[in-house]
């Protein structure tokens, strides 16, 4: 089985293939005071509860965007596992073409979801994932990602916006009834939800003009994805398991260019 890390600014989320197979997946925290002796008898508890033994897993890939982070969950995965983990970076074999001013700035997470979205989906695809932040990759039809948008992320602005106000207080991120809305709540949740909503369907229009595509494949990813695609009908397809199965997908292409070799 492959276990594949998804290390993200505030949760870290594990993913376990058999084969093309999800059998089963978890999500905990980002922490960096955590040692690799706490990621990894948590990791080994869920896995339990899941079903699967830490014997079963003989590969391990991971992607990651806190670097302070990397040592620690390389060293949990050779100690408790007895593997090195492959790293999505420098070097290894994505399939995906980047053509942007500088490659390396891509973050890893960027990378693994373009893969996975033109792989699934094909091209012209959009990927928006509503993360910590929200980030729009564009792939163009020969699979090629050609750029993209990064802009405040929806649980980020409300926590930005309830720390910065003395009244604001934090509310559940649903969308109103009403844009009009009649109490301080609602108010809040008319705003970001609904301004979001605005955001990205602009940010898209653009997108198609700049392309020169009107047939767009625009696939949401994250925590907030499916909240905000009830409110953009442009957005096609909400995968929540988008990053994982481009993780699946890059190891296999190293896995198969290892075993040529």
């Not at 492959?2 to 993200?8: K, P, R, S, T």
């Not at 005071?33 to 590969?59: C, P, Q, W």
């Not at 009834?177 to 109490?183: E, L, S």
Request: charged content about 20%; some cysteine.
């Amino acid at each position: 089985m492959l276990l594949a890390i998804d290390i993200g600014n505030t949760n870290i989320k594990y993913g376990i293939f058999k084969g093309d197979e999800l059998v089963a997946s978890f999500r905990v925290s980002s922490r960096l005071t955590r040692t690799a002796d706490e990621y990894g008898s948590v990791l080994v508890n869920l896995l339990s509860d899941g079903g699967v033994r830490k014997k079963d897993i003989d590969g391990i890939i991971m992607s990651s965007v806190i670097p302070s982070l990397n040592y620690t969950m390389c060293h949990m995965c050779e100690y408790f596992f007895g593997i090195s983990p492959l790293m999505v970076g420098p070097g290894i074999k994505t399939g995906l073409n980047i053509k942007v001013e500088n490659a390396k700035e891509v973050g890893a997470d960027r990378i693994v979801n373009s893969v996975s979205a033109y792989n699934k989906y094909g091209g012209p695809v959009v990927v928006i994932d509503f993360g910590t932040a929200t980030t729009f990759n564009v792939i163009d039809k020969d699979g090629v990602l050609i750029g993209g948008v990064i802009a405040p992320g929806i649980k980020t602005s409300l926590e930005s916006l309830v720390k910065s106000t003395a009244q604001l207080p934090m509310i559940e991120l649903v969308s109103p009834k009403k844009v009009i809305a009649k109490n301080t709540e609602t108010n809040m949740q008319a705003g970001i939800i609904f301004g979001f909503a605005g955001l990205v369907d602009n940010i898209l229009n653009k997108i198609r003009k700049e392309l020169g595509e009107d047939k767009i494949t625009v696939v949401a990813t994250g925590g907030m994805g499916e909240i905000i695609a009830k409110e953009v009908r442009s957005i096609s397809v909400v995968d929540r398991r988008l990053t994982l199965d481009g993780l699946r997908i890059i190891y296999g292409l190293n896995k198969i260019d290892n075993q040529a070799k």
